[in-house]
């Protein structure tokens, strides 16, 4: 059975800073590409970041290259987001999910195959 399971959200102010961790189990996750979506209230599940089986490829959405930081251990069957300077808009809930094809790190969230049930992160001004 295929689990996807975020952890280490949160309450902050601004300008703080926060690691999600997305512990995979049920599928072989050191082949899979990973990807972090949020979704704000009212507002569609948009892309964050993406990271290929390896690490060494890496992908972010405009509003936080500079800011997050995607990671992977592959020993450990977990993907990372570390958050710094946290912003009030970054206020959502964080989803991972993977992607079994290689090759490309999508942005299209239909294009992933398993997502996690998502954690809440707010960041208060």
């Known amino acids: 059975q295929v689990q996807l399971v975020e952890s280490g959200g949160g309450l902050v102010q601004a300008g703080d800073s926060l690691r999600l961790s997305c512990a995979a189990s049920?599928?072989?996750?050191?082949?899979?590409?990973m990807g972090w979506f949020r979704q704000a209230p009212g507002k569609e599940r948009d892309f964050v970041s993406a990271i290929s089986w390896s690490g060494g490829s890496t992908r972010y959405a405009d509003s936080v290259k500079g800011r997050f930081t995607i990671s992977r251990d592959n020993a450990k069957n977990t993907l990372y987001l570390q958050m710094d300077s946290l912003k009030p808009e970054d206020t959502a809930v964080y989803y991972c999910?993977?992607?079994?094809?290689?090759?490309?790190?999508?942005?299209?969230?239909?294009?992933?195959?398993?997502w996690g049930q998502g954690t809440q992160v707010t960041v208060s001004s």
């Open positions: 999910a993977a992607d079994r094809r290689s090759g490309y790190l999508r942005v299209n969230l239909n294009e992933y195959d398993y």
């Open positions: 049920g599928f072989t996750f050191s082949l899979y590409t």
